[in-house]
């Protein structure tokens, strides 16, 4: 007859399978989804880079960003059910708790940054 003795995680491992359920629910809670469109999260903030020339949209930190144009160095994006007009460089717009930022247009591609307000 074998011997066995009960084993209890020890503080190390538990800790280890704290921090990995953890990781996992902030990336669920981050979770976004994206048609002509990459997105890059964390918890508070994504950059979502759109395909110009489809209908690109993404669904990030709660939300809805679609690209509706862009023309120039202006964007036009809806966020949130509202749509914002944004240029490079422009101070963050405020919409629906979240600051709203245009990072770059190419002949390729619109990125911009959403990220929620601090306060919000």
């Not at 979770?31 to 964390?42: K, P």
């Not at 809806?78 to 460089?89: D, F, R, Y």
């Not at 002949?107 to 307000?117: E, F, K, L």
């Amino acid at each position: 007859m074998t011997k066995r003795s009960a084993t209890t995680p020890t503080p190390l491992r538990r800790t280890a399978g704290l921090l990995a359920g953890l990781a996992l629910g902030v990336a669920v809670l981050a979770g976004c989804s994206s048609d002509g469109a990459d997105t890059d999260c964390g918890l508070d903030a994504c950059t979502v880079t759109f395909d110009r020339g489809v209908d690109a949209s993404a669904s990030i930190l709660g939300v809805e960003a679609k690209l509706i144009g862009a023309q120039g160095d202006q964007v036009t994006v809806e966020v949130a059910g509202e749509q914002l007009s944004l240029t490079i460089g422009q101070q963050a717009a405020e919409v629906g708790g979240f600051a709203v930022t245009l990072d770059s247009v190419t002949d390729q591609q619109v990125q911009i940054r959403v990220a929620r307000n601090a306060g919000g």
